[in-house]
């Protein structure tokens, strides 16, 4: 009975330790890969490897990046294709949720359910047919046309995050508003647009950070002048490993990262000032 | 000042909401719209606010059908339930809005807010949210809110039943006062029956979405123009009876209750042979001591005392019990759990309902 | 007045009409269907058309309509491949992913608090950071001179870089990394949704954890299982980038093929008539998928 019952727990033990371990396993299988490139990026010398303390720092790459104007192009381009994917976002998301959440409007489901389908279609078949689509309505080398593609994938979670914002923001609100003489614009702009505000912020981030990542509709869409800046990685990655693509790779995880984090605080703020 | 011409709500594929209402509030009044939940007050309230269009009918405000008008045009304030408190907004804030979106111009405004909370006696909370205020406090502010911009005729949808009872009662008062200070028409919707009857100047009973009964809270007390009026209003015994015959003058009508006893003249022509329910309130009921058996007797199955008064529970021989409510007296010792008892009513002529 | 000009179109938008909510409706209807479902049947019209023909001047015939392209994919053995291998490749995949995605749904569903937030952060962190990073990241451990080799080297394990990369293991690792957060997060969401005391009961019922954790939470989400994995082959279907960046010619797939017929070849009906060939396959797939669950919902609702 003893020894019985020292094996069990042994091999509860045991278990235990194998559990966390897997979940350990899944987090560095997730974030390795990530920390490597972020890593390299900083390590001085032409060859690729990681910064020790007998190396030292180097910040050659970054400065590299931006020296070389065709690398500064992609980020420029990679900043506007996502300010105008960022904005369609959200006025499809915000006049979408308003009109689920404050005009009941009908079949609900089978518009968002419609709306989210492109998130399930694999980039290369939006990046795909956007291409044909925009040659055929002559958008094709326009930025304009990656930032569609990318809002394709970006409107549906603004359109989420929005709606949840909505569903937060208690009708009453504006009924009250509208009984002290506040029109439904007034009510919009004074009472639900101040509460829905960190909602807004935060899918404006969220469909920036789809943007500014998304690289095979711009893969697909893009021509020499339009270039964004995972779109210019790309070769770089098939054929060379400089630290200059690591430096670049960087670039971007450092503002998505930033980003989030903004998005986290807003977020968490909002709630705070919600007195939730 | 506000009036409801046969108004009806229909939502699409339910029953309806709000049947063929009349309806008048007078200029200053403090009108209750008193009814269980689901009886079609609330909707009336929106539909008077103007959030919900009344599919038949007509309501004017001030002689004005406000049927087109939408809820930020019509002259209605309205205090909800929940307070719907801006949250982003402090107090000051909160109770300027409504002067703000009439165009006040900006340097009137605070005196204005200064004015009405000091009204609801709020001063000294003007810098606070709304989360940091506690419910009784965020009530104020609701209240305050409305009236700060003198609407016509103000609309409060349970405004009280969200506070704990001590707050309650304290509300009620302070609303009272307040709507005797300014003379606002205050149309108040409540299931509180308790609420109505001592607030109200007249009380509009609602169930299931028509009116049951218009009156003053001594009406509809002593007179209850319906069997749900009756029970719903106060606590109310019904005795089972056979009516006789209905009385020449036509106004009564004679009946024989189920527990016996001399015939019993009822309020109302009933056709002789109809079965109805005879109402006794249980304060009008006398208890006294009997030897047992015989007519209009029971047997003590409850005794509650309650400081002023005792309450008891009389079970019948038709197996029914009849609720008594008794003062207090010093006088007079009360009965005990078993006793038995002879009924008589203090008045001679009861109101009764078909059954 | 800074905003009269925002506040006029406001107000104008907010009177137009009796019908709001049709019209807020527009822009993403618009979007939807203009700038997806367009495309979409343009893409599939393109199919249709003659190849542009020699020199590729044009990118497709205008005013032609032909099935040879599918007739060329049908019978060309090289296509037959490409597609067993998308199949291989998307099936290997997926059952990849649910391995992992599931226990480690679990994983983040038992855990709590700030322990809780960040696995959830670690999970969301590679899918909103650039595909090409991770890429970037894998080719670094895994490639000839990557840190593996590196180690296996300096340790003396093996004498000659072993080959990591450019082959089926590394295009699973790679493509694996870009799925996994997908059903992940959708297997987390719907486990949250199962009400906690459920599983309470169960225990306190007499089951053992295990057990109770299987009747009390498992079997209530799989629909979501069912959903997950679905979205996880048809993302692996789909592959593109892992195979591109780290696996070799012998396992490129429908995607990069409909890549290069485009863009590389300039052929855009024999591309556009590859994207069809997956997105039909993908329909199907789903279409049976949503048949056999409804089934098996009434089944279950019958039994219950």
């Not at chain 2, 016996?260 to 109402?279: F, L, S, T």
């Amino acid at each position: 009975m003893g020894t019985h019952c020292v094996i069990e727990r042994v091999l509860l033990i045991v278990a235990k330790c194998a559990w966390h371990a897997f979940g350990l396993i899944v987090v560095a299988y997730l974030l390795v890969p990530l920390l490597l490139a972020f890593g390299v990026s900083f390590y001085p010398g032409r060859s690729i490897g990681l910064p020790t303390l007998a190396t030292g720092l180097t910040l050659d790459w970054y400065l590299e990046f931006f020296r070389d104007p065709r690398w500064v192009a992609g980020l420029r381009n990679s900043f506007y294709v996502g300010v105008i994917s960022t904005a369609i976002s959200l006025v499809c998301g915000l006049t979408l949720a308003l009109a689920v959440t404050r005009h009941r409007l009908r079949g609900e489901t089978v518009v968002g359910t419609l709306l989210m389908l492109p998130v399930f279609v694999p980039a290369v078949i939006i990046g795909m047919q956007s291409l044909v689509f925009a040659q055929r309505i002559g958008l094709w080398g326009t930025l304009t046309s990656i930032a569609i593609a990318h809002a394709l994938w970006a409107t549906p979670l603004a359109y989420l995050v929005l709606l949840s914002g909505l569903r937060r923001v208690n009708e009453e609100l504006e009924e009250a508003a509208a009984s002290l003489g506040a029109s439904p614009w007034a009510a919009f702009r004074y009472v639900v647009w101040p509460l829905i505000a960190p909602s807004v912020l935060a899918a404006a981030i969220i469909a920036y950070v789809i943007s500014l990542n998304e690289f095979i509709m711009a893969l697909f869409l893009g021509t020499p002048d339009t270039e964004t800046l995972p779109k210019m990685i790309w070769p770089q990655i098939r054929h060379s490993v400089s630290p200059v693509v690591a430096a670049a790779s960087s670039v971007l995880l450092i503002l998505t990262v930033i980003a989030i984090a903004i998005a986290a605080r807003v977020v968490n703020l909002g709630r705070a000032m919600q007195g939730r | 000042m506000l009036k409801l011409e046969r108004v009806g709500m229909r939502f699409a594929g339910s029953v309806d909401a709000v049947v063929d209402l009349d309806l008048e509030v007078r200029a200053g009044e403090f009108m209750f719209l008193l009814g269980p939940s689901g009886s079609g007050k609330t909707t009336t309230l929106r539909m008077i606010a103007g959030f919900e269009r009344a599919t038949s009918g007509r309501i004017e405000l001030n002689g004005r059908s406000i049927a087109e008008v939408p809820p930020h045009r019509r002259d209605v304030g309205m205090v909800f339930q929940r307070y719907a408190l801006f949250p982003h907004f402090t107090v000051v804030e909160n109770v300027a809005f409504g002067l703000k979106m009439r165009g006040m111009p900006e340097k009137e405004r605070p005196r204005r807010v200064e004015e009405v909370l000091a009204l609801v006696r709020l001063t000294g909370l003007e810098a606070r949210f709304p989360d940091q205020l506690s419910g009784g406090q965020q009530q104020r502010v609701a209240l305050a809110r409305a009236l700060a911009y003198r609407p016509a005729l103000l609309l409060l949808d349970e405004p009280l039943a969200n506070l704990d009872r001590r707050l309650r009662d304290e509300m009620r008062i302070e609303l009272k006062r307040i709507q005797q200070q300014m003379g606002t028409t205050m149309l108040f919707v409540t299931h509180d029956q308790e609420e109505a009857l001592t607030l109200g100047d007249r009380i509009a009973v609602m169930h299931q979405g028509r009116l049951e009964q218009l009156g003053t809270p001594l009406e509809l007390y002593r007179k209850p123009a319906t069997r749900f009026v009756a029970s719903f209003i106060g606590d109310m015994n019904f005795l089972l009876a056979e009516c006789m015959h209905a009385s020449a003058c036509g106004t009564k009508s004679t009946a024989r209750l189920a527990i016996g006893g001399p015939d019993q003249e009822i309020a109302g022509r009933h056709p002789a042979g109809r079965r109805v329910v005879v109402c006794v309130r249980p304060e009008r009921v006398v208890l006294r001591p009997t030897s047992g058996g015989g007519a209009r007797t029971g047997v003590v199955k409850y005794a509650g005392f309650s400081g002023d008064s005792i309450r008891y529970a009389v079970a019948l021989p038709t197996g029914a019990e009849l609720l008594v409510r008794e003062p207090a007296l010093e006088s007079k010792a009360g009965f005990s759990v078993g006793d038995a008892v002879a009924l008589e009513w203090v008045d001679p002529v009861l109101n009764a309902f078909p059954e | 007045m800074t905003d009269s000009l925002l506040t006029r179109f406001g107000r104008a938008v907010m009177a137009t009409g009796r019908q709001p909510a049709f019209l807020l409706a527009v822009p993403s209807l618009v979007l939807f269907t203009v700038f997806f479902l367009a495309p979409l049947g343009w893409m599939l019209r393109l199919s249709t058309y003659e190849s542009g023909g020699a020199g590729q001047s044009k990118f497709y015939e205008p005013g032609t309509f032909t099935l040879a392209r599918f007739v060329e994919i049908a019978g060309d053995p090289f296509f037959l491949k490409l597609g067993l291998v998308t199949l291989q490749v998307g099936l290997i995949i997926t059952a990849v992913t649910m391995a992992a995605a599931l226990p480690f749904a679990i994983y983040v569903h038992r855990a709590h608090g700030i322990r809780k937030r960040l696995l959830l952060f670690a999970v969301v962190l590679p899918k909103l950071t650039n595909l090409l990073v991770l890429m970037y990241g894998v080719l670094l451990l895994l490639g000839d001179s990557g840190y593996i080799n590196q180690i296996l080297l300096a340790l003396g394990v093996v004498k000659q870089p072993l080959p990591l990369f450019a082959n089926l293991a590394a295009l699973v690792y790679g493509e694996v990394l870009i799925v996994l957060p997908y059903p992940i997060l959708m297997l987390v969401a719907a486990m949250e949704s199962v009400d906690p005391s459920l599983e309470e009961a169960a225990r306190s019922l007499g089951a053992n954890p295990f057990r109770a954790y299987y009747e009390a939470v498992l079997k209530l989400i799989v629909p979501a299982i069912v959903t997950s994995t679905l979205v996880t082959l048809i993302w692996g279907l789909g592959a593109f980038i892992a195979p591109t960046v780290l696996g070799s010619p012998d396992y490129y797939t429908i995607a990069i093929q409909v890549y290069s017929e485009t863009l590389e070849n300039f052929n855009w009906p024999l591309g556009a008539a590859l994207a069809t060939v997956y997105v039909a396959f993908v329909a199907l797939l789903v279409a049976v998928a949503l048949m056999v669950q409804g089934r098996v919902a009434r089944k279950w609702a019958h039994t219950a």
